[in-house]
């Protein structure tokens, strides 16, 4: 059964910093592209940051409005995906999730997407509140 559990939200003040973790169960976060997604109250949930597996070169892709504040990267050994997100914002604010695909997609699929479609594997998501 794949799983992933996500960790490491909390409260930050404008400006702040806050790394989130994604551990892995039951597969391999090296060969299955990963998704970080977020949704604020009322609002659709919409795609972060996503890295591609090891055959796609671990490419990664942001959302517009994180780019240069935001980093996805992937720990092999520990078979976990990090969120490093610096200068945060209070439009930040939300529930964080990631996410995986099937075993058949990443199969063929190497390169992510931040498209929630695309994933069936969620977490049950960790607040982040960005407040002064």
């Known amino acids: 059964q794949l799983q992933v559990v996500e960790s490491g939200g909390g409260l930050v003040q404008p400006g702040g910093s806050l790394r989130l973790s994604c551990a892995a169960f039951g597969f391999s976060v090296e060969h299955h592209f990963i998704g970080w997604f977020r949704q604020a109250p009322g609002k659709e949930r919409e795609g972060v940051a996503c890295?591609?597996?090891?055959?796609?070169?671990?490419?990664?892709e942001y959302l517009g409005s994180v780019k240069g504040r935001f980093t996805i990267s992937r720990d092999s050994f520990k078979n976990t995906v990090y969120l490093q997100m610096n200068n945060l914002k209070p439009e930040d604010t939300g529930v964080y999730y990631c996410?995986?695909?099937?075993?058949?997609?990443?199969?063929?699929?190497?390169?992510?997407?931040?498209?929630?479609?695309?994933?069936?594997?969620w977490g049950r998501g960790v607040q982040v509140t960005v407040s002064s």
């Open positions: 890295i591609s597996s090891d055959r796609a070169d671990d490419d990664t």
């Open positions: 996410a995986a695909p099937s075993e058949e997609i990443a199969a063929v699929q190497p390169m992510c997407l931040i498209q929630p479609p695309i994933y069936m594997y």
